[in-house]
T-cell receptor
Framework: ELKVEQNPLFLSMQEGKNYTIYCNYS?????LYWYRQDPGKSLESLFV?????AVKQEGRLMASLDTKARLSTLHITAAVHDLSATYFC????????FGKGTRLHILP | GAVVSQHPSRVICKSGTSVKIECRSL??????MFWYRQFPKKSLMLMAT?????????EQGVEKDKFLINHASLTLSTLTVTSAHPEDSSFYIC??????????FGQGTRLTVV
């Protein structure tokens, strides 16, 4: 059974700081997703990572994938308040399984 | 990018009534769609996989008679919550399968049963 573990589940940080969210998964998966969810809204796709060593960056967010370690990271650089949201990683084995999400609260 | 449209975005219904939620793929054909349920401050829980032209595949613990799924065309899947009760109140999200490498999600439906 495919399991996805995310940590931390809650993160409160100051603007301008850097931090990393971790996503571990239990079995081989051919792709890994990162999504953002704002309160009361659906999911916004951030990144899709397909291969070992893949790294993608968009603004202050950077995602990487290590398929051997079954680990993905979402790194936040110089956080700003607008990045406050819940971030989910998800992996797939014919269906998409989500981690529990990381609630990120960035303090001004 | 591909678009998945979900309707309604919000619905309030009385206990005992049924509610239908629609999920449409607007610019692609989706042979498979996924239905998720999300409780407040929780993750998305996969309820079922909707297959065009055949029966849906339900996840363990999901009542198929309670949550009726129909996928009659390549662009439309519906989820009907039958005989709704307050505990069915939740946020329901559909996903229009996977296109190449990405999955696309509907806007979500906030169901409140009173």
């Amino acid at each position: 059974e495919l399991k996805v573990e995310q940590n931390p589940l809650f993160l409160s940080m100051q603007e301008g700081k850097n931090y990393t969210i971790y996503c571990n998964y239990s079995t081989t998966s051919d792709r890994l997703y990162w999504y953002r969810q704002d309160p009361g809204k659906s999911l916004e796709s951030l990144f899709v990572l397909l291969s070992n060593g893949a790294v993608k960056q968009e603004g202050r967010l950077m995602a990487s994938l290590d398929t051997k370690a079954r680990l993905s990271t979402l790194h936040i650089t110089a956080a700003v308040h607008d990045l406050s949201a819940t971030y989910f990683c998800a992996v797939t084995d014919d269906k998409i399984i989500f981690g529990k999400g990381t609630r990120l609260h960035i303090l001004p | 990018g591909a678009v998945v449209s979900q309707h309604p975005s919000r619905v309030i219904c009385k206990s005992g009534t049924s509610v239908k939620i629609e999920c449409r793929s607007l610019d692609f054909q989706a042979t498979t769609m996924f239905w998720y349920r999300q409780f407040p401050k929780k993750s998305l829980m996969l309820m079922a996989t909707s297959n065009e032209g055949s029966k849906a595949t339900y996840e363990q613990g999901v009542e198929k008679d309670k949550f009726l799924i129909n996928h009659a065309s390549l662009t439309l899947s519906t989820l009907t919550v039958t005989s709704a009760h307050p505990e069915d109140s939740s946020f329901y999200i559909c996903s229009g399968g996977r296109i190449n490498t990405e999955a696309f999600f509907g806007q979500g439906t906030r169901l409140t049963v009173v």
